[in-house]
């Protein structure tokens, strides 16, 4: 029966045994050998050896595929070769099992000819076709375009091929272009859009689809006749496709126009805070929902006097006449109210929206639209700084600062390549036994030209401009090599705890870096601690809570750092996979200062310890801070009382010295 199946098969089907010896033929298989007049001739023969045949053949590739099959070595082997004049032919090998050992394999021949036509055919389609079509791979490099392509992007083949799609044409860089074509590079999904592109006068109609596994399939049509109408043509050109506000071009139009009459006017430059963490957390649509929410705000609560436009990502800019130096106080306080407010769209999740603002002054601060929002853009990262619902107006010192922060930008990841960076470690310690029971990682860098720079400072730039990663993972490898050190010089077994954006936690690719790192260093369970901030983007996202449950599954501790400052919804503690609460400096220096905030102290410690988490202190500096937590039941602290940050010769001095405890002589000293 079995072998009148396979006979009806097209397809040409040997069996083999473990030895490599033919045991079953279909009839396919028999008329391909014989039609085949070298080497493969004899393969039609139950019992000769086809392994042997082949490896006294032109097919060593084969006999290597067949091989490494009937060893396990892998799954399956699959080529394509031509044979028999024109004709084009697939062979699969497939393991034979029985009871889960290999006992031989299944060839397959097929005749994929027809395939071979279709696909030149395909290719021949494409490039006479109507529609422009381009296809760039996952670096944005252009990997084909058909003839109408180069007629509607006036170039060549040889002009565009090989070349980087944003290098070619820069106006896109920030435009609708980028937008969609990212989403379908990105998140592997179609888009469909029309987008007006100055530099070629064109309106495009576009269809872009993911290309296989990587990259970008792009379709395109020539629509200005479709978008002849005078009227139509310059609102979409001038209006933010999302919001329908103004956009950029528009923008710049109005207050050309107010400085050609030389009015006075007032320039505010918006910037969402942690916008990029709600589209890491919850994806680019949600984070259109939210855009469009604030702009309808912004239209809705401020007075018609403004000029409101969105300027581009989660950037706005407004334009008002001014009127005096309260008034410019009044409205800026008026628009972070109209941010700030909480969202009831049930398309959005819990956010907590805060904005920045910079401000600029014409003819105070410049005489172009472009020196007007850079002064305000300029102001905004010095509002950015003060953390919150904040706003600056721009103030020529303000420069000095933004060429500071360039300088940081820049030198970021050379800093790493050089090792710049160095981490410091300060002692965790068990106050009831005074021993040392872990160390938090801080990173420090003395940069060459500006000295000493803040971890708060080049962090936030490295959050904000997309470094962070490359940061975090150099500082957690470079620590982790040092703690198998210390474990190899002193016997030091204690935990290791590294901070971590919590915005990381959205990338599946940095938790697996992570569980490739515990095992690249043997790290054993419940060593490795990560610290998060509080953050309700983060705590609210389904992808970043199921990766959480992961990390911790995989021995990873997870510690709430500077708890009792931010995120003010406790009901996160009970639901995420938490190991240990850090409670804010500012708590610890309330004590003995200030009853309410001891109050607040004592129930987080109770809380944590209803919950069995772990509760550490931070910033503790004096005895009396020590004797308070000790009578209200907090044993973990970190701070001068015991020990400030030590470089890893220090540390590895105190462990040698004096073991993981405190001699009371030391803490005397201190």
């Not at 639209?369 to 850079?374: G, N, P, Q, R, Y």
């Not at 639901?575 to 607040?600: R, V």
């Amino acid at each position: 029966m079995y072998k009148e199946i396979i006979d009806s098969l097209q397809d040409s089907i040997a069996v083999i045994n473990a030895d490599g010896e033919i045991i079953v033929t279909n009839k396919s298989w028999k008329k391909f050998c014989q039609e085949t007049n070298g080497c493969l001739k004899n393969a039609d023969v139950v019992g000769i050896n086809y392994l042997e045949i082949l490896s006294n053949s032109i097919y060593l590739e084969e006999y290597n595929g067949i091989l490494a099959v009937l060893k396990g070595e892998i799954p399956f082997f699959n080529t394509t070769y031509p044979c028999l004049s024109e004709n084009w032919y697939t062979k699969l090998v497939s393991p034979l099992m029985d009871q889960g050992k290999i006992i031989g394999a299944t060839i397959t021949h097929k005749d994929i000819s027809e395939y071979e036509k279709e696909r030149i055919e395909m290719y021949n389609d494409l490039e006479n076709m109507t529609d422009a079509f381009l296809t760039v791979d996952k670096d944005w490099q252009i990997t084909f375009l058909n003839k109408e392509a180069e007629k509607l992007l006036f170039a060549s083949k040889e002009d565009l091929l090989g070349v980087d799609l944003w290098e070619i044409y820069p106006d896109a860089v920030d435009s609708i272009f980028n937008e969609n074509y990212s989403k379908t590079m990105y998140e592997r999904v179609e888009t469909r859009f029309e987008a007006y592109y100055d530099p070629l006068e064109t309106w495009f109609e576009i269809h872009a689809y993911p290309k296989g596994k990587s990259g970008v399939s792009i379709f395109f049509n020539n629509i200005n006749d479709k978008k002849s109408k005078e009227d139509k043509l310059w609102n979409t050109a001038h209006h933010d496709h999302l919001t329908e506000m103004p956009n950029r071009l528009l923008l710049y139009k109005k207050i050309d126009k107010k400085i050609a009459k030389q009015e006075p006017f007032v320039l505010f430059f918006l910037d969402l805070n942690n916008f990029k963490l709600v589209n890491d957390a919850y994806g680019h649509e949600t984070g259109d929902i939210l855009l469009l929410e604030i702009a309808n705000r912004l239209k809705r609560d401020l007075p018609e006097k403004f000029i409101i436009s969105r300027y581009g990502g989660d950037e706005f800019v407004l334009c008002t006449t001014f009127v005096d130096d309260f008034q410019v106080q009044s409205d800026a306080y008026h628009i972070l109210s109209a941010i700030e407010k909480p969202f009831n769209n049930p398309a959005l999740p819990p956010l907590n929206i805060t904005a920045s603002i910079g401000i600029s002054l014409f003819p105070e601060n410049g005489n172009s639209v472009d020196s007007l929002i850079t002064a305000a853009d300029i102001a905004m990262y010095e509002a950015k700084k003060a953390k919150g619902d904040q706003w600056r107006r721009y103030e020529s010192v303000m420069s000095k600062s933004l060429n500071r922060r360039l300088i940081i930008e820049k030198s970021l990841k050379e800093a790493i390549l050089t090792n710049a960076y160095y981490t410091v470690f300060q002692p965790q310690v068990n106050i009831l036994k005074d021993e040392i029971i872990g160390i938090e990682v801080l990173s420090r860098w003395k940069h060459p030209e500006l000295g000493y720079i803040s971890p708060d400072e080049f962090i936030a730039i490295a959050e904000e401009t997309g470094q962070i990663r490359m940061l975090t993972e150099h500082i957690i490898d470079t620590s982790l090599l040092t703690y198998n050190k210390w474990k190899k010089i002193s016997g030091f077994a204690g935990g290791i705890s590294i901070n971590v954006s919590s915005s990381l936690l959205n990338e599946p690719s940095f938790v697996s870096f992570l569980m490739y790192q515990l095992e690249k260093y043997s790290i054993p369970r419940g060593i490795l601690e990560i610290e998060i901030t509080e953050n309700v983007q983060i705590f609210s996202s389904s992808i970043i809570n199921n990766h959480m449950h992961d990390i911790q599954q995989a021995g990873i501790r997870i510690a709430i750092d500077d708890f009792g400052v931010g995120y003010s919804n406790l009901s996160y503690i009970s639901n995420l996979p938490i190991s240990k609460i850090k409670i804010d400096k500012f708590f610890t220096n309330c004590i003995g200062k200030n009853t309410k905030g001891e109050a607040i102290l004592q129930a987080i410690i109770v809380l944590a310890n209803n919950l069995k988490i772990d509760v550490l202190a931070e910033g503790v500096e004096t005895e009396k801070q020590r004797d308070f937590l000790i009578a209200n039941n907090c044993a973990l602290i970190q701070g001068f009382f015991y020990d400030m940050p030590l470089n890893e010769d220090q540390f590895i001095y105190r462990l040698q010295q004096f073991g993981i405890r405190y001699p009371a002589k030391q803490k005397e000293n201190l």
